[in-house]
């Protein structure tokens, strides 16, 4: 290291003597305790438990609000949440997502109102996990789950399609498409005032879709109250 004079030109460098001058020194008791503070972290860092993870023999639980695999959610009657309104596309700041609307029909209803999701990918090769997408979606059908295992042989493997992301049926819920709870609106879906599948809403699927495995646990019950009334 140099120095200048104080006609600014540089000098000879400073000797090192000069630079320890400088330096806070240390007292006698210090000096001595030096060595013994050094050999005290190394001791105490060999008695401190070990945190190595067996995985994956031994797979720890994540954290509730872990950012995992990505999941399309389902309404209490069986009907898709999501809209198709591409919102989650649009904030993925990886371009990891692709979305494609349609529309709903009498004979196809997938989701409550007009549109539906009709094809859904999500490219996990790029998906950086941040969740922008879960605070885009108005109606609460794409979350997050704790799956972290992702991986994959091909490339093509890790684009995930709407079959591969969409919840499995719930306890007492019926498989779309079929219509909407009568008398009800979108809006009664989203404030949760739809409980699940009434017996028009299972007489529909047992009438166009008879071999629906869905309708074993809900066609004996509800069959008996559409005779009741």
């Known amino acids: 290291m140099t120095r200048r004079d104080q006609a600014g030109e540089v000098g000879a460098p400073r000797p090192a003597a000069e630079y320890e001058s400088l330096l806070p020194g240390k007292s006698g008791l210090g000096e001595i305790l030096a060595p013994a503070a050094g050999f005290g972290v190394t001791f105490a860092s060999m008695f401190k438990p070990t945190v190595t993870e067996q995985y994956p023999y031994e797979k720890v639980p994540t ?20 809209i198709g309104c591409e919102l989650c596309a649009w904030a993925c700041p990886a371009d990891a997502i692709y979305v494609e609307g349609a529309d ?11 549109r539906y999701g009709r094809v859904y990918q999500i490219n996990y090769l790029r998906c950086i996990f941040c969740g922008l997408c879960i605070e885009a979606c108005p109606t609460r059908a794409l979350t997050m789950t704790n799956d972290y295992e992702l991986a994959g042989p091909t490339r093509r493997g890790m684009i995930y399609e709407k079959q591969d992301l969409l919840a499995p049926l719930g306890d007492g819920m019926l498989a779309a498409p079929h219509p909407m709870v009568p008398g009800t609106e979108d809006d009664d879906y989203y404030r949760g005032d739809v409980a699940g599948p009434v017996p028009e809403q299972i007489d ?26």
């Open 204 to 229: 529909w699927v047992a009438q166009w879709r008879p071999e629906d495995e869905s309708l074993a646990a809900l066609r004996p019950a509800g069959h008996e109250q559409s005779e009741a009334r």
């Open 104 to 114: 709903n029909t009498p004979d196809a209803q997938f989701s409550p109102g007009e």
């Open 63 to 82: 954290k509730p609000r872990y950012h995992g695999r990505h999941q399309l959610n389902r309404h209490p009657d069986g009907l898709e949440k999501c």
